[in-house]
């Protein structure tokens, strides 16, 4: 029933943007032309093949994202999603300009109807530069959207050492929302090993989120293991699992399973264990080599996984932690941050939001979201939120930076 729904709306998006199209799209490849026959005969016509073959092929390209869902996971089925992903950066670059425009157009073919008493149609040469700045715009936009969603940068913060009971400084490196799948480059996550390397860390950890709810859409897990397992922190690396790290059926980006339904694919845990990566869910454990710091790790909050449907509530994980001691929190979604400060929990790591990965949702997630991004005190604790290092749906970044982010208690 929720495939129904979704493939529905997504039916209607894509007639309704086809519609839009179809009007300038014809204007600039069907010119008119007039009969040699006079009379009734000699009335202008037009060609309508070209028209109709860049329907045609946008039509088949829209599909691709419809039939990455639909297909069962396997080569098939991962080479729609990964182009369909590809394909849907260009189409929000290129659609969404052209809503605006065509909306605009109506308020002023109504302004223009209403003063002057005639209708204003857009030329021929209107509507072909109209499509071919908007498609230049979407093809810019897109490639240089790839070559930022593959530069790691580096973003630091710092917090006074006592915060964690530190009597030493401690540099710790959160990464985040790897989400390794189909249209996953290795290169980049060797980038962000090398980056991560370079901060000398003494702990490392890592907030969700590692694959895109297929974990067989890594192409060589043992190569990815074997690049993660060079990240060299003095104390480990610390992971929790985030909202993907499953394996459920996407259209678009939406899952139509139920939560309870979302299965841990069996293979996650011996590739963590590769990764030389420890798990925490729903657990905490005690660093005495950092003074008794105090290191919980929670399962995520809309996706639990194996099996479980609600994760334990903040009451339950630290029933018998002191809220005295130093108390260090690993989260994939920055939620309940009001409450934190209750349980003495000293500084919250969190990904999941990207930053919004694609303008215009990084402007949308700092007015509707609590915390999408940066670092931020709740009362007495701080919570710190990054864009992460990969990519989700299209494998762009645009007004957002792939990060890993280094964390200086001095």
């Keep these: 029933m929720r495939l129904a729904v979704i493939l529905i709306i997504y039916i209607a998006i894509c007639a309704a943007a086809l519609g839009i199209l179809y009007g300038p799209l014809r204007r600039a490849l069907s010119p008119e032309r007039r009969s040699a026959f006079g009379g009734a005969a000699g009335r202008s016509r037009t060609k309508k093949w070209p028209v109709r073959l860049v329907m045609g092929i946008l039509f088949v390209l829209l599909s691709f994202p419809a039939l990455g869902a639909m297909l069962p996971d396997g080569e098939a089925g991962y080479f729609f999603q990964r182009w369909g992903n590809v394909f849907i950066g260009y189409v929000l670059y290129f659609f969404v300009p052209l809503l605006l425009v065509w909306l605009a157009l ?6 223009h109807r209403h003063r002057k008493r005639e209708k204003w149609r857009p030329k021929r040469l209107h509507s072909a530069a109209l499509i071919a700045v908007l498609l230049v715009a979407s093809v810019i936009i897109n490639l240089c959207g790839v070559q930022t969603a593959h530069d790691v940068k580096v973003t630091s913060y710092e917090i006074p050492k006592e915060q964690l009971g530190q009597t030493e400084p401690l540099r710790i490196v959160l990464i985040a929302d790897l989400h390794i799948g189909v249209n996953s480059d290795i290169s980049l996550y060797e980038d962000m090993v090398e980056r991560i390397n ?5 702990l490392v950890l890592v ?10 859409a890594m192409e060589d897990p043992d190569a990815y293991a074997a690049v993660m397992r060079k990240i060299d922190a003095t104390y480990g690396t610390y992971v929790v699992y985030g909202n993907h790290d499953v394996d459920e059926p996407l259209f678009g980006g939406f899952t139509y399973q139920k939560a309870e339904d979302a299965v841990r694919n069996p293979g996650m845990q011996p590739w963590l264990d590769a990764c030389g990566w420890t798990l925490l869910t729903d657990e905490t454990t005690v660093l005495p080599e950092l003074n008794g710091l105090i290191l919980a790790g929670r399962r995520d909050e809309k996706r639990p996984g194996d099996g479980v449907k609600e994760r334990k509530s903040l009451d339950e994980l630290f029933a018998d932690i002191d809220p005295e001691a130093p108390i260090l929190m690993l989260e994939h979604e920055p939620v309940e941050l009001e409450e934190l400060q209750d349980y003495g929990i000293d500084l919250t790591v969190c990904g999941h939001t990207h930053g919004g990965q694609i303008f215009p949702g990084n402007v949308w997630g700092r007015i509707h979201d609590p915390q999408s991004y940066g670092m931020k005190n709740w009362g007495d604790t701080t919570v710190v939120v990054t864009s992460g290092v990969g990519y989700y749906g299209p494998p762009i970044r645009v007004g957002t930076i792939s990060e890993i982010v280094v964390i200086d208690a001095k």
Excluded: N, Y
């Design 207 to 216: 907030a969700g989120d590692l694959v895109t709810s297929a974990f067989g």
């Design 198 to 202: 370079e901060q000398d860390p003494d």
């Design 106 to 111: 109506l308020i002023w073919r109504a302004i």
